[in-house]
């Protein structure tokens, strides 16, 4: 599904955005109406259009790098259920498959319970993707999505990267040692201070860790 170029060329020309650091989120600075922002990436943003509610475009900040990785990545993912599929890719922007649902970030926030039936999902989406060729990396509780009880998997920008990443592996781990037995049907909503607590600290611990080895 391509997007026309009718609508497509004027959000290019009109929005604004930056990337500030590549530790943060970029910033949008103008989304043209009617688009809306759907998300925001360290190097990348996320946008929609009301008149294709089956795809969405993902802008790559101006200086930010990845485009050419990410667009090989979809090309040896190919139809995939796990996966967002990539339609149409030209210098620095993709048109991709929306995949609907919830953050497991956001299931945390608001108390919406998550099946073991989702982390299994997620686990056999990255065996899928390795066996193509792929290394998953920066896989976190903000691109992975929950609907209808499933598990999907956005943002494979990095896939292409082969250095260790224990950032699913250790989410996992927590989910069966302390979600799953102690948090998962008391529909605590955990406030976003507290969770942003909990990333900042497990990248300053990692950080550490890295510098001790």
């Known amino acids: ?55 969405v475009v993902k802008l790559y900040a101006p200086g930010r790098p990845g485009w050419e990785q990410e ?23 993709l048109v991709l498959k929306r995949i609907n649902g919830i953050s497991l970030f956001d299931c945390l926030r608001y108390g919406i319970p998550i099946p073991p039936q989702v982390i299994e999902d997620v686990e056999e989406a990255l065996e899928e993707a390795r066996s193509k060729g792929l290394f998953p990396h920066d896989v976190h509780g903000k691109n992975v999505l929950m609907d209808q ?21 250790d989410l996992r781990r927590a989910y069966y040692k302390i979600y799953l037995p102690f948090l998962k049907d008391r529909g605590w909503k955990i406030p976003l201070w507290v969770l942003d607590g909990v990333r900042k600290g497990y990248r300053y611990y990692k950080k550490l860790s890295r510098l001790f080895r």
């Open 71 to 93: 667009v090989d990545v979809y090309r040896k993912l190919g139809e995939t259920r796990s996966f967002p599929v990539c339609y149409q890719a030209e210098p620095y922007y």
């Open 1 to 55: 599904m391509r997007i026309h170029r009718d609508v497509l060329d004027p959000f290019l020309r009109d929005v604004k955005l930056e990337s500030r650091s590549p530790d943060d989120p970029v910033v949008v600075l103008h989304t043209p109406y009617p688009w809306e922002l759907v998300g925001t990436g360290n190097y990348a943003a996320v946008f929609a259009h009301p008149d294709y509610p089956d795809v």
């Open 149 to 169: 009880g499933r598990g999907y998997l956005i943002d494979v920008s990095d896939y292409y990267k082969n250095i260790p990443d224990s950032k699913w592996r």
